[in-house]
C-alpha cells in the first residue's frame, strides 16, 4: 500500500513539474516532493509485515506467550511492535 502511494506521489511530481509555469502548480510539485522525501525516510529503515488485525493479533499472542517461556529481547520488539500498531 505505501508503495502504491509513493508511486501516485511520484506520478503526482511528474504532472505537477510539467505545468511548473503555473505558481500553484509549483507549491504542489514542493509538497508531493516533500511528502515523498518524508515517506522515504520514514520507513526506509522499517520492514513492514501485511498481516490482517486478526492475524496481528494472533501473532501477538504466540509472541507473548513464548516470551513468557524464554525472554527474548528480539521477540519482545517484535511484541512491542505489534501491539502499538493495533492500538492505532
Known amino acids: ?4 502511494y509513493r508511486s501516485w ?3 503526482e511530481l ?3 513539474g510539467n ?3 503555473h505558481a500553484y502548480s509549483f507549491g504542489q510539485a514542493n ?10 525516510a520514514e520507513i526506509g529503515e522499517r520492514v513492514l509485515v501485511p498481516l490482517g ?3 496481528a493479533g494472533a501473532a501477538l499472542a504466540e509472541l507473548e506467550s513464548r516470551i513468557a ?6 521477540l519482545e520488539a517484535l511484541a ?6 493495533l492500538s492505532s
Open 80 to 85: 512491542h511492535g505489534l501491539r502499538q500498531a
Open 69 to 74: 517461556a524464554a525472554a527474548s529481547p528480539a
Open 31 to 40: 509538497m508531493a516532493k516533500r511528502a515523498i522525501e518524508r515517506l522515504d
Open 1 to 4: 500500500m505505501l508503495s502504491d
Open 14 to 16: 511528474k504532472l505537477l
Open 53 to 55: 488485525r486478526a492475524e
Open 9 to 11: 506521489l511520484a506520478s
Open 19 to 21: 505545468a511548473s509555469h
